[in-house]
């Protein structure tokens, strides 16, 4: 009788793990589903409103400032060292990409801002799970693939395209102040690099 | 000791019964037409050397050791691959744009310098996916003249 017992014990915990192994798959593919929809849905609601807003790309629009205002963030927590909110504002940088309404913009410039925006958001994504020096070889990439999304959308303040010559054989940024502010040093070397051009 | 024979009874019969859940298998006959050996002359040597170290987890088609079918073993892998060919799918290779093969690019040179590439979880299994010193650099110069080619 307790062997019996004992047995159908075992059984029942082997089926019971089971049961929530293949469960627990399934619980969070239903969830992350669920988070894209709702983003979609997000998505689309902003771009009506830009629609409505703006005829045209003259000067940029809220969609490529939030960008950019992501952008800044991240750039000034590796101006900082900050390994740690870089990582976070990586992921918000990624988010705000992902939100980017081509919609408002002609066939050639959409498919340009879809590649830049896919680019854009890897990096982003990568930098969000890095260590610092790998940040910086991510923003790096990141930071041309904004420069080239600007040059379609234009942007709604001046900004500065800062370039390092010592960084990896070269490599430039934007920043929103003249002086620099070295996002691929920090600390190390604050003030490598110059002013290469201004935009607006 | 009762108690012993009890969990070594649940190990085995949950051990057994994960047998029975099915995974997704990576294996493809064909090789598309956006291969990046097809679209790319790739020196021989190179070639071999990423069949080998890259495309079990880059490309549509694993080369499965012996035990693949053995779960958790199955389920690892099954993880990794996906993950591996999210990130980089060689046999798609040409359906990217310059910019993102630009970025891919890079990424490969950077993760073989360091190398962070072929992971070790894989390279202890597969000795041979390893990269000697030479090996390393030859591939990083013909990366590299490959992205500048872009």
Redesign the interface.
């Known amino acids: 009788m307790s062997k019996l017992k ?1 047995t159908l ?3 029942a ?3 019971i ?2 049961t929530v ?2 469960c627990k798959d399934n619980s969070k593919e239903q969830n992350s589903t669920d988070g894209d929809h709702s983003e979609m849905n997000h998505d689309n609601s902003d771009g009506h409103h830009d629609g409505e807003k703006r005829e045209m790309a003259m000067g940029g629009d809220s969609n490529t400032q939030a960008v950019l205002n992501d952008y800044f963030n991240l750039k000034n927590a590796l101006v900082g060292d900050d390994n740690g909110k870089a990582k976070e504002l990586g992921a918000t940088l990624a988010t705000s990409l992902g939100n980017f309404d081509v919609s408002q913009y002609n066939d050639t410039q959409q498919s340009e801002l879809k ?2 925006v ?2 854009a958001v ?2 982003a994504e990568h930098i969000s799970e890095s260590d610092i020096a790998h940040q910086r ?1 991510h923003f790096k ?1 990141l930071s041309k ?1 904004v420069i080239d999304m600007v040059a379609i959308t234009g942007a709604e303040i001046k900004l500065y395209e800062q370039f390092c010559p010592m960084y990896d054989g070269g490599t430039a940024w934007l920043s929103t102040k003249e002086e620099v502010r070295n996002p691929y040093y920090g600390s190390q070397m604050l003030k490598c690099g110059k002013v290469q051009r201004e935009i607006n | 000791m009762k108690i012993v024979k009890i969990i070594a009874i649940v190990l085995l019969v949950a051990f057994v019964g994960i047998q029975f859940i099915p995974t997704t298998r990576n294996q493809s006959d064909t090789v598309p037409s956006t291969d990046f050996m097809l679209v790319n002359n790739v020196p021989e040597t190179i070639q071999k050397k990423l069949q080998v170290s890259c495309y079990d987890c880059h490309s549509n088609n694993t080369q499965y050791p012996w035990y693949n079918k053995i779960q958790p073993v199955a389920w690892f892998l099954e993880d990794h691959i996906k993950e591996g060919k999210a990130e980089l799918n060689f046999n798609e290779w040409d359906s990217l744009s310059s910019r993102r093969k630009a970025s891919k690019l890079r990424s490969i040179i950077k993760q073989i310098e360091n190398g962070e590439m072929p992971l070790d979880s894989y390279t202890l299994i597969h000795s041979e996916a390893t990269f000697t010193e030479a090996e390393a650099e030859e591939l990083i110069n013909f990366i590299t003249q490959l992205k500048d080619s872009l």
């Open positions: 004992s014990g075992i059984v915990i082997a089926f793990t089971l192994m293949s590649d830049i896919e680019d890897e990096h070889e990439v693939d």
